[in-house]
């Protein structure tokens, strides 16, 4: 009977469902989503009722949101990448070891037995899905909502150029991707930090608290030769991708910067965890 | 295949200074019902957590299912349902919901038969019911029932239960206890800690005391009931010729002036001493035994101090 049953192929991504149908059900994952959403929402509504900003204030693409209710999505990406971003990867990738831990679930996942190494695979993947959810929300309800205020039509470039609305779907997509991407080392960063405890709240504060550092670090020209190394170095380049031809030099350091942080945060967390006595 | 379902060598674990496991030599034979007892604080649960890789030993080696832990867990672990230091659930899943998730944590469990699995596992511990509600707002007897249908969700050779009657009521209590007999009676060896020494009594074919980190005495309760000492203690209006039958049966009988005591010994049963006092026409008003019970062995190995040890 159940010795049959070992003999069984193996099953490696039955956990990943069960993992995003976690997280995707929990009611705290859709509060994050979405007031993520409803930051395009504020922009759209003040610069509707305002009129907009003189050109050349505020952040990026503001000021070119009347004339095209699309940028709001540029907009809102802008906003949410230094600050809102990093919490929510801090509320998923701070719990993903901790909140079991701190449930009590951590030692009978581990007795089922998943295997260290998976569990910490399926907690990663789990946080790139959220992240790439998140980034989503945001433009799509930044393309939403700004289709419903303000006029839509051909979207201006940076360089210039001008591409429709089909092009402009393509573009927006390569954002939510970038973004994605971008916040990558900060989950890895948020997954070690997690199995150094049992405390969730403390997991998800450190990890906030790194995406601040970063950026702190990331701004202070003392520190300059450290710059590049800063996961948030990239974080607002996406500007690259509204040209034409698209520049996919920022893309691809932005790739290996945070495949860095991935890598070495990666192999702290599995030494770490594939070591640790679970006592809770 | 190995007749032993744990065995362990040597075992030990340290935490700083603290040897809270000490050279443990476990024997646990298959088909057994294993109670594994000793007062709060004596290694108990850690001890579990090493059989079940959750930590790993300061030293030593340990076999499950003739298996080596930790090296074998994926192959031994799903053969081993397991209740650790109470049971977990997602407070924000249903109980099946819950189930469902943990029984997905292992790649080789069959997720066609999952929905039929965990159904039955509810059903055997009463839980089908509640079984949509979600499991933050279960009592504590039901999580304790959720965790027990956990561990029995695939069909297993070695149930480890940590205190499962905790938080039971006494229905509950006795219906853990037909289930541990049931699932015995399949086959299964069942390894049970707890420090409710009559429930074990009731169920456990074999015990192993714990104190301070180390195993005190191990065996069938017949072989751990020779290990202590057995007093008989009657009450009678004629002493003197109970003072002369016990000195006869070799008792060592002491008066204690309401009532004569002797130190029962070499397999000597009761019922013996009490057909010859009888036969020697001595009138009885009282008799007792005591030493008979784990209780008063659990006591004389692990001391009388209600203190948990620093």
């Known amino acids: 009977m159940s010795a049959v049953e070992t003999q069984r192929p193996a099953r490696p991504f039955a956990l990943l469902g069960s993992e995003l149908a976690l997280v995707f059900r929990r009611r705290r994952t859709w509060a994050m989503l979405a007031a993520l959403a409803l930051i395009p929402i504020l922009i759209a509504v003040a610069v509707r009722v305002t009129g907009g900003p003189p050109s050349g204030r505020g952040p990026a693409f503001l000021a070119s949101i009347t004339e095209n209710g699309l940028f709001v999505s540029f907009t809102a990406l802008v906003v949410s990448i230094p600050l809102f971003l990093p919490l929510t990867v801090g509320v998923v990738a701070g719990d993903s070891i901790a909140g079991e831990a701190n449930l009590g679930t951590l030692r009978y996942l581990l007795a089922a037995p998943v295997g260290r190494l998976r569990l910490l695979a399926v907690k990663f993947a789990s946080i790139v899905v959220f992240l790439f959810a998140a980034s989503l929300v945001i433009v799509v309800a930044g393309a939403a909502i700004g289709a419903a205020l303000f006029p839509v039509g051909p979207v201006t470039l940076l360089s210039g150029d001008t591409i429709g609305t089909g092009e402009y779907l393509g573009r927006a997509l390569l954002l939510v991707l970038y973004s994605t991407l971008s916040l990558l080392g900060l989950g890895a960063v948020g997954l070690f930090i997690s199995t150094l405890t049992t405390v969730p709240i403390g997991a998800m504060a450190a990890t906030v608290v790194a995406a601040g550092a970063a950026q702190i670090v990331d701004a202070l020209p003392q520190l300059e030769a450290l710059h590049p190394f800063m996961f948030s170095h990239h974080w607002f380049g996406f500007g690259d991708l509204l040209r034409q031809p698209i520049d996919w030099s920022g893309f691809q350091d932005n790739a290996l910067l945070q495949l860095g942080w991935v890598v070495v945060f990666g192999a702290l967390a599995v030494g770490r965890f594939t070591t640790k006595d679970v006592l809770s | ?310």
């Open chain 2, 1 to 310: 295949m190995t007749d032993r379902a744990i065995e362990t060598v040597g075992l030990v674990k340290t935490f700083g200074q603290q040897r809270a496991v000490d050279d443990l030599a476990l024997d646990v034979p298959r088909g057994a019902v294993f109670g594994f007892l000793g007062p709060n604080g004596s290694g108990k649960t850690t001890t579990i957590r090493m059989l079940l890789g959750l930590a790993s030993p300061s030293a030593g080696e340990i076999r499950l299912l003739g298996e080596t832990m930790p090296g074998r867990i994926g192959a031994v672990l799903p053969r081993v349902g397991a209740l650790v230091e109470g049971p977990a659930a997602y407070p924000f899943l249903s109980g099946r919901n819950s189930l469902h998730r943990l029984d997905a944590a292992d790649p080789r469990s069959d997720p066609k038969t999952r929905r039929q699995r965990v159904d039955r596992a509810l059903e055997r511990v009463g839980l089908q019911a509640a079984a949509k509600k979600r499991s933050g707002a279960y009592s504590l007897g039901m999580k304790q029932r959720l965790g027990l249908a956990a561990a029995l969700v695939r069909p297993r050779d070695l149930l480890i239960l940590d205190e499962p009657t905790n938080g039971l009521d006494p229905q509950g209590t006795r219906e853990v206890r037909n289930l541990i007999r049931a699932l015995a009676a399949d086959g299964t060896t069942v390894f049970v800690s707890s420090h409710l020494l009559s429930e074990i009594e009731q169920v456990c074919t074999h015990a192993g005391i714990m104190s301070a980190g180390r195993l005190v005495a191990q065996g069938t309760l017949d072989q751990l009931r020779q290990l202590g000492t057995r007093r008989i203690t009657v009450q009678t209006p004629d002493a003197s010729e109970a003072a002369a039958v016990f000195a006869r049966l070799g008792l060592d009988p002491v008066d204690r002036g309401d009532h004569l005591e002797g130190e029962l010994r070499d397999g000597l049963q009761v019922e013996d001493v009490a057909a010859a006092l009888v036969g020697d026409g001595v009138r009885l008003r009282g008799l007792s035994a005591s030493g008979q019970t784990l209780e008063d062995l659990f006591v004389a190995l692990t001391g009388e101090g209600f203190d948990v040890r620093g």
